[in-house]
């Protein structure tokens, strides 16, 4: 029996690894047009921001994860989506001369189109096969449309036009995506009382959303692609397993119990076992390696091998993830998946 119809991840989703040139540099080898590029300057020392754009707001449209700051038009930043990947301009934080740096990038479905689904008609540039679409909308309370066909499993909203807290709704958080959210810029869950999204729309209020422009990533689970959901750290070396049905290219952690940082993994940057590179979407640190936040990428999850009690495995912490495919454990050509 097949596991997914997605045999190339791919196809929706890459990391891509590139050197900075501090000259106008078309970066290639993405696999596709992406329409949303997370890029960060990997090289030690180099505390650069997390620079986020996406093809519904346009080129050269900045958002930082790391900061509450609206959109910023930076006209030496990410200059065009290619074909085959993007182009950056001189722009430091996505093109320092000589330093690694690191774009995580995904496909939804060009510059999208308009949506009359919920009470706040959103543009919205959709995936329906991976799960993922990107929204625009301007309002604060109401409803809106997503494109996903399915009830995602994450939302993660910003408001592009004022400074204002990104919002995580994921459905690990205490009482699921209708009572706490999560912000990138500070540690605890907040009451963000909602309701649940449905499969044509998401609901917003002044908890969430500003009565300005908003923009928000949503993301539907897919069966060998994608999973989003929890897992309680046992404090151990030999740690929680959590399994996708897949063998994961990058994961995103964050404990919820208690105070800590968001963490990033790919496969890129660590191409083998123990993985321990880690990125923080909520700080400009630089690439660091630590034991305290080692894991296993395996053939159909990853398993926690740090110990620390701010780190990946805290014990009877609660975390919640969100992980995108290497490869399905098992797909509709029906190739397994290898371990590393």
Request: hydrophobic residues 35%; aromatic residues 10%.
């Amino acid at each position: 029996m097949a596991y997914t119809t997605i045999n190339k991840s791919t196809d929706y989703f890459n990391t891509k690894l590139y050197t900075g040139t501090g000259a106008e540099n078309a970066v290639t080898g993405v696999g596709f047009q992406p329409d949303w590029v997370w890029i960060k300057n990997a090289s030690s020392g180099s505390n650069y921001d997390h620079t986020l754009y996406d093809a519904v707001r346009g080129a050269t449209k900045q958002l930082y994860s790391n900061h509450t700051n609206g959109q910023y038009t930076e006209a030496q930043g990410l200059k065009s989506f290619d074909s085959d990947g993007f182009t950056n301009g001189t722009d430091a934080k996505g093109n320092s001369n000589g330093s690694t740096l690191v774009s995580w990038n995904w496909k939804a479905n060009g510059q999208g189109s308009s949506n009359t689904d919920g009470s706040i008609t959103s543009t919205v540039s959709a995936n329906t096969t991976s799960g993922f679409s990107i929204v625009s909308f301007n309002g604060q309370t109401g409803t809106v449309g997503h494109g996903l066909g399915v009830k995602p499993s994450m939302i993660i909203l910003k408001c592009i036009a004022v400074s204002n807290n990104w919002v995580i709704q994921h459905k690990g958080l205490t009482g699921g995506m209708d009572e706490n959210a999560l912000i990138f810029t500070t540690s605890a869950e907040i009451g963000a009382v909602t309701a649940e999204p449905t499969t044509s729309v998401f609901t917003v209020n002044n908890q969430i959303a500003e009565n300005n422009d908003n923009i928000a990533y949503c993301f539907a689970e897919k069966t060998g692609f994608s999973k989003f959901g929890s897992y309680v750290g046992n404090g151990n070396a030999d740690g929680a397993f959590v399994y996708t049905g897949f063998k994961p290219a990058f994961i995103m952690l964050k404990k919820t119990s208690g105070t800590g940082d968001w963490f990033i993994n790919d496969v890129k940057r660590n191409t083998f076992n123990v993985v321990n590179s880690q990125l923080y979407p909520n700080l400009n640190a630089a690439e660091e390696d630590t034991n305290a936040t080692q894991l296993d990428i395996l053939s159909n999850g990853f398993k926690l091998r740090g110990t620390s009690s701010n780190a990946l495995n805290s014990g009877n912490d609660t975390y919640i993830f969100m992980a995108f495919a290497e490869a399905p454990l098992v797909g509709s050509n029906n190739v397994p998946a290898t371990a590393r």
